[in-house]
Each structure stands twice: as structure tokens, then as C-alpha cells.
């Protein structure tokens, strides 16, 4: 067979497909030249692809899926992720880029202050991870956080907050007894501190009532402490205190008489002194203490009547019998009939409890001597000793008149005329002596009031 005319042929149709404005040439670049060259050839790394799918499209629907030209679209699986959704092999024999299905990576999660988290695969897709709180921190917010497809946390990071209360711990203290002639007892204990479970930082420790070193009185005391934390937690405790007092029976002021006591008149160690209102004398014990048993010393305390001894031989021994305990009022009148001496009698009989308030003894003296009477209450006296009592104090015989003798024998007032009761009281009210007296009275609940 002569081939001449099919090389002919052959090359008449390669000439022609080279014709100006084809778009292909006999001599173009080198990639054209190779594309011809190598046609259908393999030229790329296959592709091997984890993690996803890969779909290829060849330049002329050439067998192999990687020759040059090839454009391959990467697919990867949920949670893994690809440098180009598309590559060309080159002809340089490589991809046009890095085409690896790696796998989704969230931003690095921060730890939680005064706290941390534990992951199951750092900050990978799928990492799960768990968020914890230092010692004496509780966790607010989501525990758990989730690395997504889409590069996120499927929750924020979680705080540590400090809810728990310090604790602290009161004293224990026993009940106390005050001290002699005392009623309080001194407390002390030292101050207790509290604990944090968390930092261990405490900004006040507070107290409710009375400080350590201190004197507390008489009963049941209830305190507390009060301590915070930085987060303003607080943590409380309480505690009594009770102050016992041990006390004797109760002591009362005889009758007639005043009591003065001091402490409270009737606790370990007061002290309680007696006296009697004018007219009256002390028998017994002028001061009486409560001892630790319980008992109070010396003997009953009572206010006799006054002993007026009417038998003295000189007035002056008569008037020192009422030097500082009674008052005298001396009212004279040279007959019983006599109408001034009768009104000023009259008058004063209903007026007892005003003149045994303010200590006066009233002495009568009626006549004129040898027949002249003297009487202080019911007891007479002589008939001189009567006399001696109006020349000692220059009292006329013949004419009414009476005379006012405080308790020092001083000649405090006279009067030539009767006077009412209220008008005498007002007089022995100014008396110095009688201002103390007044208070005393007070004190005592001594009034006529009744």
C-alpha cells in the first residue's frame, strides 16, 4: 500500500488547524504545548481527601481526575474546614493550593477568674469544656462550653463569684458574778476571727454591743460578731453574757428612822447606815453589811421614842436633851384661859403630822409661878424648873408669847400673837438644817399626804 498520500493528507489537516485567528497555534506557550504534549496524562498528585468529598471536572473529559487544568471542588465534612473551596492543577505539577480538610478550631477559651476549665480536645471542633471555681467560689453562668462548625462556643465563659459567708466563731463564755460591793463584773475574751473559704481576705469583723474589758452589769447580755468578706458576704455569730449578783434579804428603815445604802442596797458587800428623825433614838446596829453568805451583819436596827428626863435641875439641862434631835416650839400664856393660848392650841392639834415631820416638840408653859404648869406632851414639869425655862429664855409671865428653838438652842423666832400652822411651817422650812431634812423625807416617801 502506498502511505505517501495519508502523510500528505495528515499533514494538510495539521496545517490548517493553524490558521490565524483559531486560537491555536503550531507553536504557542509551553503550557499549550504541553496540554498537547501530554494529553489526558496525569500530571497533579491524585488527590486524597479526609475529612470530606472532592468532585473533579477534566478540561476534556480526560479519564484521570488530575491532569492539568483540572478543577476540583472540595467538600468537607461538618466541623472541618478547607484553605480554598476550589483547586487547578497547575503545571507545575502541584494544586493550586493547599486543599486539606482540617478541622475547625475555635478562639482559645479563657479561664474564668478564681477558676479554670478542663477540655476533652483543646479548642478543637467537638472539644467539650468544663468550667470549675477555686475553693470558696460558685460558678455563675453555663458549666460546660462546646467548640461549633462555626468556630464559636455555644456559651460564654463563666465567672467564679464569691457567695459563700466567712465563718466565724463566738466565745464561749460562763455566767459571771459581780464583784464585791459591785454590781457589775468585768468581762474579757479575746476578739475572734473569722474565716473566708474563698480568698481569705475579711474587711471588718463588727461587734454588737459591749467590747472585751469591760464592765457589764446586772442580767442577761446578747451580743455578736459580724464579719465580711471582699465580695461583701457576711458571716454572724452570737453569745450571752449574764451577770449574776449575789444580794442578801432586803433591809427596810425602821420606822421613824432613815436607811442609806450603797451599791444596791442589798448585794455582797453594800454597806447600809441608819438614822432616826429627830425625837427618836437608834438601837441596834447604825450599819449593817451583806457578807458573802448572804447574811448581813450586826443586829435589827430600830428608832426609839426619845427619853425626855423631866427631873433635871436647870433648864439648860433640859434643852440640851433636844440639841440636835428636836425642834422646840414653847408657847406661854399666863392663863389656860387666856384666848391667844386657847386659838394657837386649837390650831396645832390639827396640825401633829406637819410638827412631828419638821422634829418640833411643843413645850407648854400656863400661870404664873408658884401656881404656873409646864407639860411637854403628857410629862409636867416643876414649877421651878418651869420658871427657870422663862428666865433662861426672857419669856414674859403676864403676857402670851411664843418662841421658836432650832436644834442648835438658837433662838430662831418670836411671836407676841398666835400664828396658823402654815405660816409656822413656812418659817422652820427656811431653816438651813431643814432643807437637808426635806430631801431625806423625799427619798424615804415621808409625807402627811395620805
Known amino acids: 500500500m502506498d502511505l505517501k498520500p495519508l502523510l500528505l493528507l495528515l499533514f494538510q489537516l495539521d496545517f490548517s ?15 499549550d504545548w504541553s496540554s498537547r504534549r501530554y494529553k489526558g496524562t496525569p500530571w497533579c498528585a491524585p488527590i486524597k481527601l479526609k475529612h470530606g468529598d472532592v468532585s473533579c471536572r477534566t478540561p476534556r473529559g480526560e479519564h484521570y481526575r488530575n491532569v492539568m487544568g483540572t478543577r476540583c471542588k472540595i467538600r468537607c465534612n461538618r466541623g472541618y474546614e478547607t ?42 471542633f467537638n472539644s467539650r ?91 442577761l447580755h446578747k451580743m455578736s460578731y459580724t464579719v465580711f468578706d471582699r465580695a461583701g458576704n457576711k ?38 447606815q441608819f438614822t432616826c428623825t429627830g425625837g427618836f433614838e437608834l438601837q441596834g446596829s447604825s450599819a449593817r453589811v451583806c457578807q458573802y453568805g448572804l447574811t448581813w451583819s450586826g443586829s435589827d436596827t ?8 423631866v427631873g433635871v435641875r436647870s433648864a439648860a439641862a433640859l434643852l440640851d436633851q433636844f440639841y440636835e434631835k428636836r425642834r422646840l416650839l414653847i408657847i406661854s400664856a399666863p392663863t389656860a384661859a387666856n384666848h391667844n393660848y386657847r386659838f394657837q392650841m386649837t390650831n396645832l392639834q390639827h396640825a401633829q403630822c406637819g410638827l412631828d415631820l419638821r422634829h418640833v416638840t411643843v413645850v407648854e408653859l400656863v400661870g404664873t409661878y408658884p401656881s404656873q404648869i409646864g407639860r411637854i406632851r403628857h410629862r409636867l414639869l416643876p414649877p421651878g424648873l418651869a420658871l427657870q425655862l422663862r428666865l433662861l429664855l426672857r419669856i414674859p409671865q403676864r403676857s402670851f408669847q411664843m418662841v421658836i428653838i432650832d436644834k442648835q438652842g438658837i433662838d430662831k423666832q418670836r411671836y407676841p400673837f398666835p400664828i396658823t400652822a402654815a405660816e409656822l411651817f413656812t418659817t422652820i422650812d427656811t431653816f438651813p438644817l431643814r432643807k437637808d431634812e426635806m430631801l431625806l423625807q423625799q427619798e424615804a416617801g415621808q409625807t402627811c399626804q395620805s
Open 235 to 272: 458571716g454572724s455569730c452570737r453569745f450571752s453574757i449574764r451577770v449574776r449578783v449575789r444580794r442578801c434579804s432586803p433591809l427596810f428603815p425602821p420606822d421613824n428612822g432613815y436607811m442609806k445604802c450603797d451599791g444596791d442596797g442589798d448585794n455582797y458587800g453594800a454597806t447600809c
Open 83 to 124: 484553605q480554598s473551596s476550589e483547586v487547578v492543577c497547575m503545571a507545575n505539577k502541584h494544586w493550586s493550593s493547599n486543599y486539606a480538610c482540617r478541622e475547625v478550631r475555635c478562639p482559645k477559651l479563657d479561664m474564668p477568674i478564681n477558676g479554670g476549665h478542663k477540655c476533652s480536645d483543646g479548642s478543637y
Open 129 to 219: 469544656c468544663g468550667f470549675f471555681c477555686s475553693p470558696g467560689f460558685t460558678l455563675k453562668g453555663q458549666k460546660t462550653a462546646t467548640c461549633q462548625y462555626n468556630k464559636m462556643w455555644s456559651s460564654a465563659v463563666p465567672t467564679c463569684i464569691d457567695i459563700d459567708p466567712p465563718k466565724i466563731k463566738c466565745p464561749d463564755l460562763k455566767d459571771k458574778w459581780a464583784e464585791p460591793g459591785k454590781l457589775t463584773a468585768r468581762v474579757t475574751w479575746d476578739t475572734p476571727e473569722g474565716l473566708d473559704t474563698a480568698d481569705g481576705i475579711l474587711t471588718d469583723v463588727a461587734l454588737k454591743g459591749k467590747p472585751p474589758k469591760s464592765d457589764f452589769p446586772e442580767g
Open 17 to 31: 488547524s493553524s490558521y490565524e485567528g483559531s486560537g491555536h497555534y503550531a507553536y504557542g506557550d509551553d503550557e
Open 302 to 309: 430600830t428608832c426609839a421614842p426619845m427619853n425626855i428626863n
